[in-house]
């Protein structure tokens, strides 16, 4: 499971942090969704409660690659001069709700292993970093949102200042899950031995 986690992080990671060499964008959001989405199909083949748990974060990434791809191909060819049309400017914090939707269910059903598990440790740390992870980003896509609304420069701080804080978040809950699984997994064949 730990090496499920640490896919998890990286795909976090490089789906928010876009590398550009002049107009050309090296690596592209929907790599890091591909890695994500790899991840949690690691993950899932890992656990023992999953079952059907992971089919929504699942098809959540997937439409997350395909539609950030798309997104990415739109921007090369058109630059950004249609950026601040409504329909495409929401999009970024559609992208957004996605994320919150995948990670949440993610993080829910991690918390649900640890309760197979016994490890209750788990199950309280990470209820309770899914909680402050969905207010953050349901926060940041509350006031993006808005912003688009009423054009609020405050507004639009506030809401990226929020978002940047539950990306980072959500990296030390992977981080974190990942080193924690790694307890447990030397802790369950310590056991078998």
């Given amino acids: 499971m730990s090496a499920a986690y640490k896919k998890l992080f990286w795909g976090v990671f490089f789906a ?6 002049g107009a050309i964008t090296i690596l592209p959001g929907f790599v890091g969704f591909l890695i994500a989405y790899s991840g949690l199909s690691d993950l899932d083949m890992e656990t023992e409660t999953a079952s059907k748990s992971f089919d929504l974060p ?6 997350l690659v395909i539609l950030t791809a798309i997104y990415s191909a739109f921007n090369l060819f058109t630059g950004s001069q249609y950026e601040t049309l409504p329909l495409v400017a929401f999009i970024p914090t559609l992208f957004s709700v996605m994320e919150l ?3 949440h269910k993610i993080l829910e059903v991690s918390v649900t292993e640890f309760q197979a598990r016994d490890f209750i440790y788990g199950v309280e740390k990470y ?5 402050i992870y969905i ?13 688009l609304v009423f054009s609020s420069p405050v507004i639009l701080v506030a809401g990226t200042l929020l978002e940047v804080a539950a990306i ?10 990942k080193k924690d699984t790694e307890e447990m997994e030397i802790e369950y064949f310590t056991d078998l031995y």
Avoid: C
Avoid at 16 to 21: G, P
Avoid at 58 to 63: E, F, K, P
Avoid at 127 to 131: P, Q
Avoid at 168 to 177: G, K, Q, T
């Fill in 101 to 103: 939707v995948a990670f």
């Fill in 135 to 147: 207010l953050l980003k349901g926060l940041s896509a509350l006031l993006l949102t808005l912003n």
């Fill in 58 to 63: 699942q098809g959540t990434l997937l439409a």
């Fill in 168 to 177: 980072i978040y959500l990296l030390v809950i992977f981080h974190s899950l």
């Fill in 16 to 21: 928010n942090i876009q590398l550009h060499f």
């Fill in 127 to 131: 209820s309770r970093r899914d909680r």
